[in-house]
């Protein structure tokens, strides 16, 4: 692994422990009670998916982060999803 690759994969993960998810799971706590998505809550998903754009190249390169990724996806996924539902419903 060149260093640059492992550096912006430290970053990236980094990023997502400290800040990505615990910010999804309360999303997700959220829309679980029956809630929308706020603007800001889109823009954050927006942003997530802006990451995994980028890092796409990275991603075929290390194929071994891929899992992580997929289960991120899904995460997001799920909270838009039910957040769809939530806002069809009122």
Excluded: C, W
């Amino acid at each position: 692994m060149s260093d640059h690759d492992e550096g912006v994969i430290q970053t990236l993960i980094e990023r997502f422990n400290s800040q990505r998810l615990p910010r999804a799971l309360d999303i997700k706590a959220r829309v679980d009670r029956g809630a929308v998505l706020e603007n800001y809550d889109i823009s954050f998903l927006e942003d997530v998916l802006a990451d995994i754009r980028t890092a796409h190249p990275l991603l075929e390169r290390h194929p071994e982060l891929q899992p992580l990724v997929i289960k991120a996806m899904g995460l997001y996924k799920e909270i838009a999803e039910k957040a769809a539902a939530n806002a069809a419903a009122k």
